[in-house]
């Protein structure tokens, strides 16, 4: 069964820009017409989406962080990977990868575990 | 962007009770909502999408209607598996968003 798992520095410095990845396992990610998104959730609050990637490179973001994301995909990898840039103590939180079913279906229907980032000063 | 509310932020509950919790859109996202129920320290899980299709596994306790701008999600009997927090999350534009969340605690 697929799985997603996130990985990446748990301490980064203001300023600085996150690089994180999720690797798909249990099955490929070029399989099917699947998207591939990032979520993030800070301690004790909602859920914000951060953006999506098909595996042709096609990406969308929230408006709210688009100059400061970028999403990629390595399909030799089975891997796509969120950079976020400019980071302040705002963007600590735990970050997700998820899965969309197809174009359309934004609706995340497999998660990762999430992994927790914390930026300091 | 589409504003997603939902309410109440807290509920009290015994097991057994019958539960509503309720989301309102901004606009209309005609059915193009789906539900999610997070545990402490896991990830969201999918329980319902396009408004009221019951996701694979799912509970059937679970229910979601609605349409335009209101929805609810009810949980017919509620069991001790269930306290957690529940999502609504819009999709009607690629700009997905996120109710704030109706935290479900024992009574």
């Known amino acids: 069964q697929v799985q997603l798992h996130e990985s990446g520095p748990g301490l980064v410095k203001s300023s600085q820009t996150l690089s994180l990845t999720c690797t798909v396992s249990?099955?490929?990610?070029?399989?099917?017409?699947?998207?591939w998104s990032w979520v993030r959730q800070p301690a004790g609050k909602g859920l914000e989406w951060i953006g999506r990637i098909f595996v042709s490179g096609s990406t969308n973001y929230n408006p709210s962080l688009r100059d400061r994301v970028t999403i990629s995909v390595d399909t030799s990898k089975n891997q796509f990977s969120l950079r976020l840039s400019s980071l302040t103590a705002a963007d600590t939180a735990m970050y997700y990868c998820?899965?969309?079913?197809?174009?359309?279906?934004?609706?995340?229907?497999?998660w990762g575990r999430g992994t927790l980032v914390t930026v300091s000063s | 962007d589409i504003q997603m509310t939902q309410s109440p932020s807290t509920l009290s509950a015994s097991v057994g009770d019958r539960v509503t919790i309720t989301c309102r859109a901004s606009q209309s996202i005609n059915s193009w909502l789906a539900w999610y129920q997070q545990k402490p320290g896991k990830a969201p899980n999918l329980l319902i999408y396009k408004a009221s299709s019951l996701e694979s596994g799912v509970p059937s306790r679970f229910s979601g209607s609605g349409s335009g701008t209101e929805f609810t999600l009810t949980i017919s009997s509620l069991q001790p598996d269930d306290f957690a927090s529940y999502y609504c999350q819009q999709y009607k534009t690629y700009a997905l968003t996120f109710g704030g969340g109706t935290k479900v605690d024992i009574k």
């Open positions: 249990g099955g490929s990610i070029s399989v099917g017409s699947y998207y």
């Open positions: 998820a899965r969309e079913p197809e174009a359309g279906d934004w609706y995340f229907d497999l």
